[in-house]
C-alpha cells in the first residue's frame, strides 16, 4: 500500500529555517518517509491524494420499513472525506443516490451525511436482510493541492525530528555547562507525543453514535 508526502521540501526548509540547499536531498527523502509513517499511523493511505473504492458490507438485518421515509440507518465508510458517491448497490439492486429534491419528497435510497468529513452513508426507506450485501463505490481523500494545514504542519514538525536526531544517535540527553537538555526520542512510532497530538483529529477512527 502506497502512501504519499504530506508536505514539500519548500515547506519543510521555511519551518527549519534551513536557506541552503545541500540538504535538500536528505529532506526529500524524510518527506516521503513522513509521508509513508503518518498514513501508517493514521491508518488512511489517501491523506494526500483522492483514491477509488469499491468496498462490500454486511450490515445484518437493516430497517424493516420498506416504504417509509421515517426509517433510516446508517453505514460508516472506510475511507473519508467522501469526494464523489458514485453508486450504491443493496442485494444487486442499484440504489438512488439521493439529491434535496429526492430528500424532500419522501424517496427511497441514500445519501452522505453533511458533515466535516464525510463518510456516513444514510439509506431511506431501505431494506437490507442477515444475508444481504451492501456495495459502495466511491472516491475519497485529500488532493495533493488540498492536504489539510494541521496535517501538513504535522508532517513539517515530523520531518524536522527525523532530520535532526540524526545527532541524536546514541544518545538521551547532553549536560553542557550545568545544564542537561533530554531529547524526546519517540518511543512510540518514533514520532514525539506533540506530533501525534497534532496527528489525533485525522486517524481513522470510526465515530460513535451511528447505527
Known sequence: ????????????????NVPGTSD???????????????G???????????????????????????????????LVLKHYPVVNLQSVYVN?????????????????????LDDEE???????????????????NYTAGYPPSAVPDGLQQASNAHVAELFRTAS???????????ETTAFDMGNSWGMSDRVKGMLAPY?????FGQR
Open 1 to 16: 500500500m502506497a502512501y504519499d508526502a504530506l508536505t514539500t521540501l519548500s515547506s519543510v526548509k521555511l519551518w527549519l
Open 203 to 207: 486517524r481513522n477512527v470510526v465515530p
Open 168 to 178: 541524536w544517535v546514541g544518545q538521551k540527553s547532553v549536560a553542557m555547562q550545568g
Open 24 to 38: 535538500d536531498a536528505r529532506l526529500s527523502q524524510l518527506v516521503s518517509t513522513s509521508g509513508d509513517l503518518i
Open 118 to 136: 464525510q463518510r456516513v452513508l444514510r439509506f431511506v426507506a431501505t431494506i437490507v436482510y442477515w444475508s444481504g450485501m451492501v456495495v459502495v
Open 40 to 74: 501508517r499511523f493514521c491508518g488512511r493511505n489517501n491523506l494526500g491524494n483522492v483514491l477509488t473504492y469499491q468496498e462490500n458490507y454486511f450490515p445484518g438485518q437493516r430497517s424493516r420499513g420498506l416504504f417509509s421515509p421515517n426509517v433510516t440507518w446508517d
Open 92 to 112: 444487486n439492486a442499484i440504489i438512488p443516490i439521493l439529491n434535496n429534491a429526492g430528500l424532500q419528497s419522501g424517496q427511497q435510497g441514500c445519501y452522505l
